[in-house]
Every structure is written in structure tokens, then in C-alpha cells.
């Protein structure tokens, strides 16, 4: 996926973030760590990275000054579209030996683990 990746400018995380963005536009650093099951400080480098990239935009919650509501920018938007073609591509390739009823065991299998206790 890193390679998928590369010509956007992307590292896997920033994708993530950024996906997750796309399903929760104004989204807090806390709230998007919590989702990633990131930690809060971990969040904020790629936040930073993100805005220093033009990815996102950043901006004073309206009841919580200390808080940051944070929003794809529209070259964001942009490179999201882009690169999420370009990891379905990847994906397809690495799937292309895998019967789908083999792909679904797989997918299961993840999300259970995903959901095991820390």
C-alpha cells in the first residue's frame, strides 16, 4: 500500500486520517486518535503533517476554543479521490489469486482480531 501511495505524497497513516476524515468532517484530534486507535500525541504529528501539506484545514471549535475541528481541504478531497483508487488497485492485485469466499474468511478473521481487547 506504501507504494500505492507514493505518488500522492501519503504515508499509509496520513490515508487513514484522511479516510477517516472523509466519514467524519469535523472530527477533533482526540476524537480521530480515539478512531484510529491512535494515541492523541501520535494524532497530532499527523495532523500537523497533514495541514503543513494542504491536505486539511484546521480550525477553532465554535463552543470549545481549545479544541480543533478538523476538515479535508478541497486539494485534500483531491488527493483522497486519487488515492483511494490507487490502494483499490493495489488491493486487487493482491487479491487476484484469492477466491472470494477465501477473501471474506480473511476480512472476518481481521475485524475479529481488530475487536480484541488491548
Do not use: C
Not at 495541514?51 to 486539511?56: N, S, T, V, Y
Not at 486539494?75 to 493495489?90: C, D, F, N, T
Request: net charge positive.
Amino acid at each position: 500500500m506504501e507504494d500505492a501511495l507514493k505518488p500522492a505524497g501519503l504515508t499509509l497513516p496520513q490515508f487513514s486520517v484522511m479516510t477517516m476524515l472523509a466519514a467524519y468532517p469535523g472530527a477533533s484530534g482526540a476524537e480521530l486518535a480515539r478512531l484510529s486507535l491512535l494515541t492523541p500525541q501520535t494524532m497530532s504529528v499527523i495532523v500537523a503533517n497533514l495541514a503543513r501539506l494542504g491536505m486539511i484545514l484546521r480550525r477553532p471549535h465554535a463552543e470549545h476554543g481549545r479544541i480543533q475541528v478538523i476538515a479535508l481541504s478541497e486539494a485534500g478531497h483531491e488527493v483522497l479521490a486519487r488515492s483511494k483508487e490507487a490502494v483499490r488497485s493495489a488491493e486487487a492485485g493482491l487479491l487476484a489469486d484469492v477466491t472470494p469466499k477465501d477473501e471474506a474468511i480473511v476480512r472476518r478473521w481481521l475485524v475479529q482480531i481488530a475487536r480484541l481487547p488491548l
